[in-house]
């Protein structure tokens, strides 16, 4: 059985892409949030980007969860499986696998902000799990997780090192939010891309073949065709680079000449000198010791901490106190 609550309106999308332009095109230095590359061809990119050789994290995680999905669902007995970002992954099918197998599991719990994307992730988990009730969630996870389904014990799967997008005070506030939609006992899973060579971090935010140039201009062609912007986007180039102060990368989009943009649809017009960057997403690298810190701050106790062979990537669970 398959149900999809909807707590967006339907202008969610637009509304928020125009408040985000207006907000980040304005500002100095420029900035455009990482969820903005996500229409259909930079999903399509981003799958592209997770089968390169020099992008390590999808296969280090599938690697840990290959290994550990049934010591995972042992420790947790979980009754569902909430996954933020909606899953009908090999990784999400690890995990519901490891979890079926133990015998506990009732629901599948995705919660995603496209409702095209979690339709679609619903009915393919709905198919190939039949007796399995999948629960979709439309919503943001910075503003939705009261509105989780699923009886407890539940289990909340962030996957992907997504939460490396979000800066120190950003990761505070959404642990503090999962904790407080938790009871005590339940459980979170959390991946995270750890602290490494420079080159190695580099090379994974900076392939040989561009796919991650392509993926990072999309977000202009998302404006040009939402916004009806003038955007040349082969007038901005790719950059990558390891901030080892803060330890994580930033991606930004450099102007290679002088320019002017208009966007006609929230009445701006914006001008770039050469070299004038937007800065388009951090992904946060992690040590082992910073993660307990702030997880610890939030009201979570550690459960497991697992890594890849290489101790590239790391999988953790953390129990609600």
Partial sequence: ???????????????????????????????????????????????????????????????????????????????????LGSGSSEKTRLLLDGLRAHGTLTSFVPLDVS?????????????????????????????HLDKLPGDPPRVVAFLGGTIGNL?????????????????????????TDLVKDPATLVAAYDDSADVTAEFNK?????????????????????????????EWIEMHLRATRAMRVLIPE?????????????????SAKFHRSGVEAELDKAGFTPAAWWTDAEARFALSLWQSI
């Fill in 1 to 83: 059985m398959t149900l999809i609550d909807v707590h967006l309106t339907p202008d969610y999308a637009a509304r928020a892409l125009r408040e985000d332009v207006r907000a980040g095109l304005a500002a100095t230095p420029k900035w455009l949030p990482p969820k903005w590359f996500y229409d259909a061809r930079g999903s399509e990119l981003f799958e592209e980007i997770t089968r390169l050789p020099e992008y390590y994290p999808t296969r280090a995680e599938r690697e840990i969860l290959h290994a550990r999905a049934g010591e995972i669902a042992a420790l947790t007995n979980a009754h569902t499986l909430v996954e």
């Fill in 115 to 143: 409702e095209s994307a979690l339709r679609d992730a619903s009915d393919a988990i709905n198919a190939d799990y039949p007796n399995l009730d999948v629960h979709g969630v439309v919503g943001d996870f910075t503003a």
């Fill in 167 to 191: 800066i120190p005070a950003e990761r505070e506030a959404f642990f503090r939010s999962v904790r407080e939609v938790l009871e005590p006992g339940e459980w979170l899973l959390l991946g």
């Fill in 218 to 246: 999309n977000v202009l062609r998302v404006i040009n065709r939402q916004l009806g912007a003038d955007f040349d986007v082969d007038a901005f180039e790719h950059v990558a680079l390891w901030d080892a102060d803060n």
């Fill in 266 to 282: 929230i009445h701006l017009e914006i001008t770039f000198a050469e070299g004038e960057e937007i800065s388009t997403e951090i």
